[in-house]
């Protein structure tokens, strides 16, 4: 036996491609730390043929994988005459039957399924995922708004955009510019602050992907601010006159979005909410978000009232107090009932603000709404994994292989799943963030969606070179993702950019799950490398000109992008080179659009309309813009590669000279309605407000 057949038994790729056709092995070193992170001593020789054994003894003692799809090979396997008991999810009668090759018509769902073969030498209970072939298609083909809601601020959000500014930004767009959706950042809880260090402002490492942020709560909206207390009354005024203080700071005098200080504030009025008692109707609808929450609301919230006592990252904490079932953290969640219960208040109060701003997209006529974002991962000392501590591999972090545009690899600072973990509680972590993320959107976007086939694991103390691929089961969470969509009648799309394994896009088409197109992205790779014409575009995508970790168009246009790059130092090359190569790819495109009748006339902002125009000729499902883009912004949201060097993810959404504009102002913008019109002619009421607006 080996330490090669060790690691195909726990889905460890021997190797992989940093380009096509160029299998790079991966280090044995590699190998033996992951590995280790599944628990599995590879000291000896001898302790490597144990493990072996012990892992291939225990798979044949089974009748069936810890989880399985209906349908799938592993059936195959199964001798006839084995008998098979189904228990169906949500209760309701047994069904038995004697295996003959086929499965009976069960009700979609995960059920328990007990298989026992005939001599009684292989028995097991597994999870049996019954989905439909499919998810739901778009009802038509559609164009929407790409916002980072934090960007967008109104003249009534106390600093950043929030729910009520996503409510008002449903109920204007989709009636007066006719887009169907709106497409927004991840809005998971966010870690804990820290008052001595600033938080992480990136809303694709969060504490939890299970539950929304507090932090994006519109403070006047909630029921129970009106019933305040004098007193209360005039301490959350003063607070909301701080608030405005910090938004004038973004929106007049080019301060950036500050988290930290926004919490700070509305943490302050939240208390003051939290001490109003809830009418009866509010206190049972209350009670029944708490019962459907169960025991993952609770440990959530309980650990948000630990962090306050001791510090927003739970591996700091008092050793007895870092497994959430100990008998140390349940005397402690006790004795701090009530701040746990305010916790789970102010994520009702969240979940509560996501169904308004859902509900008024689609009254404003919008035929998707709100499509949220899924991070990939969590913070390693956030929520989620203190909650389920036992599902993540420790000492590992997910990552990206050196590839043709990054040499050194990338270390997101993500712990990963394990698989074998997932299978034997029948993905119910992902089952619950997947269930939370449907409840209020059209369409959910999964960020890497490569990563349900495989993720890179970095062990810790490793370079992102030195680490290895870890197959998932793709047919459970491919299943278990269209589940969930078809429950909510929502739409399925994949953020499948950069590498991509051979066979993963025709996986997700065949599911019916949307693609990712972006402009810059596409071109005739397999022949000349030139733009990708309009008519061989794919259909089943999200295309866009470019997303939050990408130049908005203009700077593109301008050269500002390459510029930029140079001056934060992440140039291999000079700037005169660079801005050769993204002269000469402009060029490329400027010239495929005049020779479509798309010109730009040489203008900025009539070039910026053309590409968009350009995405309007494909046969995309659907068309995303960039919102900054229609208002010329030359910012980019995020330049990955940067740290401090960058105020990454805390712009407000600016104009062509970097004047921050507000909701208000967006709404009012010709540019903005010309754009539209242009782009969207079919759909644009063809409308500005008028007056002045500030």
């Known amino acids: 036996m080996s330490l090669a057949r060790l690691a195909v038994l726990h889905g460890i790729d021997s190797s992989y491609e940093p380009s096509p056709d160029t299998p790079q092995k991966v280090s044995p070193a590699a190998v033996r730390a992951v590995l280790a992170a599944f628990g599995v001593d590879t000291s000896t020789a001898e302790a490597i043929d144990d493990a072996v054994r012990a892992l291939e003894e225990k798979r044949r003692a089974r009748a069936l994988p810890e989880t399985v799809v209906a349908g799938a090979r592993a059936f195959a396997a199964l001798p006839t005459g084995t008998r098979m008991v189904v228990a169906p999810e949500g209760g309701g009668a047994n069904v038995e039957w004697t295996w003959s090759g086929e499965l009976p018509q069960l009700p979609y769902g995960v059920h328990q399924l007990y298989a026992e073969t005939s001599d009684g030498r292989r028995a097991s209970t597994s999870h049996l995922i019954v989905a439909p072939d499919r998810a739901p298609a778009p009802p038509a083909r559609c164009h929407g708004l790409l916002v980072q809601l934090y960007s967008l601020l109104s003249r009534r959000s106390w600093g950043m955009g929030d729910l009520g500014d996503l409510t008002e930004l449903a109920a204007w767009s989709g009636r007066s510019l006719g887009v169907d959706f709106l497409q927004v950042n991840p809005l998971h809880a966010g870690v804990p602050p820290d008052p001595d260090v600033p938080t992480d402002p990136s809303p694709y490492r969060p504490s939890s992907r299970r539950f929304p942020d507090p932090v994006h709560l519109r403070i006047e909206a909630i029921e129970e601010y009106a019933y305040l207390a004098p007193g209360d009354r005039d301490r959350a005024a003063d607070l909301a006159g701080q608030a405005a203080r910090l938004r004038e700071a973004v929106l007049e005098k080019g301060a950036l979005i500050d988290r930290d200080a926004v919490w700070a504030l509305k943490a302050q009025a939240l208390e003051l909410i939290a001490a109003v008692p809830l009418g009866p109707g509010r206190r049972a609808a209350y009670c029944d978000f708490l019962a459907e929450g169960g025991a993952d609301l609770e440990r959530h919230a309980t650990h948000r009232a630990l962090a306050e006592r001791h510090g927003p990252d739970w591996r700091t904490w008092p050793e007895e107090l870092r497994d959430p079932a100990s008998a140390a953290t349940a005397r402690a969640a006790a004795a701090l009932r009530d701040r746990v219960d305010v916790h789970c208040r102010l994520i009702w109060l969240a979940d ?61 600072g993500l712990p990963p799943w394990r698989p074998d973990r997932l299978a034997e509680c029948g993905y119910a972590p992902f089952r619950a963030i997947l269930r939370g993320l449907f409840a209020h959107a059209g369409a959910v976007r999964i960020d890497h969606i490569m990563g ?27 299943a278990l993702l269209v589940l969930e969509a078809h429950r909510a009648g929502a739409v399925v799309i994949g953020e499948d950019l950069g590498t991509v394994e051979r066979g993963v896009r025709e996986a997700l088409a065949a599911r019916g799950i949307l693609g990712t197109s972006v402009l810059w992205f596409e071109r005739d790779w397999a022949h000349d490398g030139r733009p990708l014409p309009p008519e061989r575009w794919r259909a089943d995508c999200l295309a866009t000109v470019t997303t939050h970790d990408l130049p908005s168009t203009a700077a593109k246009l301008t050269g500002a992008h390459a510029r930029l790059r140079h001056e934060l130092g992440l140039l291999s090359g000079t700037l005169e080179a660079e801005e050769a190569v993204e002269g000469a790819e402009v060029r490329e495109w400027l010239a495929l659009l005049d020779a479509l009748g798309l010109p730009g006339a040489g203008s900025e902002e009539q070039e910026i309309q053309a590409f968009y125009g350009f995405l309007r000729r494909t046969p995309a499902r659907l068309v995303g813009i960039w919102l900054p883009d229609a208002a010329g912004d030359r910012r980019p949201q995020n330049v990955p590669g940067t740290w401090d060097e960058y105020p990454n993810w805390r712009l407000p959404v600016a104009d062509g000279e970097g004047r921050p504009l507000s909701l208000e102002a967006l709404a009012a913008s010709p540019r903005l309605h010309a754009f539209m019109a242009r782009v969207a002619p079919d759909r644009h009421p063809g409308r500005a407000p008028r007056g002045p607006v500030r």
């Open 452 to 478: 349900l086939f495989r993720l890179w694991w970095i062990p810790e103390g490793h370079p992102p070179t030195d680490g290895a691929y870890v197959r998932y089961d793709a047919e459970a969470l491919l």
């Open 352 to 412: 509560l603000q996501l169904a308004e701003a859902q509900s008024a997209a689609r009254e404003a006529g919008m035929s998707l709404g709100l499509i949220h974002d899924l991070a990939v991962g969590v913070h390693p000392g956030g929520a989620d994994t203190w909650a389920h501590g036992g599902l993540y591999a420790a000492g590992t972090s997910v990552g990206a292989p050196p590839d043709a545009f990054n040499a050194q690899g990338q270390d997101w």
